[in-house]
C-alpha cells in the first residue's frame, strides 16, 4: 500500500519510528517532511503535501502527526475525497480502537492524524495497524453517505 506521512516537530520522532516499521512491513512509504526536527516549524505545508496526494490517489492513505492531531484533520479535511480521523490513545475505557475500526468501516477514512502529545510510540503502532487492516464495510448506507459528503458545495 502506498503511504504518506506528514508532520511538524510535535510528531517528529512518531514519524520516523513509523516510517521504517511500515517500510519493514512491505509498504510504499512517501514521507512529505518535516526532513529534520526544526522546533516550532509548522505543520501545514506538510500536511498539504500528503492530503494532496492522497486527494490524487484514492487507493493511498496517509498517516500524519501533529501535537494534538486536530489542526492536522482540520487542514487535511479540506481537500476533495479526503476523510481524515484523529487518534488521541487509550482511553480509560478501552474503547479507542473501535473508533478507529469505525472511521474505516463506516466513513472509509484514508487518514489517520495522530495527536502526537498523547500517544506512546506502541499505541501509535497498534493504532495504525488496525486502521490499515479494517476494510471499508460498503453498506450502501455509508456509501450514501460519503458520496453526500463529497458532492457538498456552498
Known sequence: MK??????????EHKEILKKYLANAGHEVHDCGADKLV???????????????VSADPHSKAVIFGGS????AVTANRFPGVRA?????ETD?????????????????????????FVTHDEMIKAVD????????????????????DTLSW
Open 85 to 89: 480521523a484523529v487518534y488521541y490513545g
Open 93 to 117: 475505557n478501552g474503547k479507542t480502537m473501535e473508533i478507529i475500526k469505525l472511521s474505516r468501516q463506516h466513513n472509509d477514512s484514508n487518514v489517520l492524524s495522530i495527536g502526537a502529545r
Open 130 to 149: 488496525v486502521w490499515l487492516n479494517t476494510p471499508f464495510s460498503n453498506d450502501e448506507r455509508h456509501v450514501r453517505r460519503i458520496k453526500e459528503i
Open 39 to 53: 522546533p516550532g516549524d509548522d505543520y501545514v505545508p506538510y500536511i498539504v503535501m500528503a492530503t494532496r496526494s
Open 3 to 12: 503511504i504518506f506521512l506528514a508532520t511538524d516537530h510535535a510528531g517528529f
Open 69 to 72: 492531531g486536530q489542526g492536522e
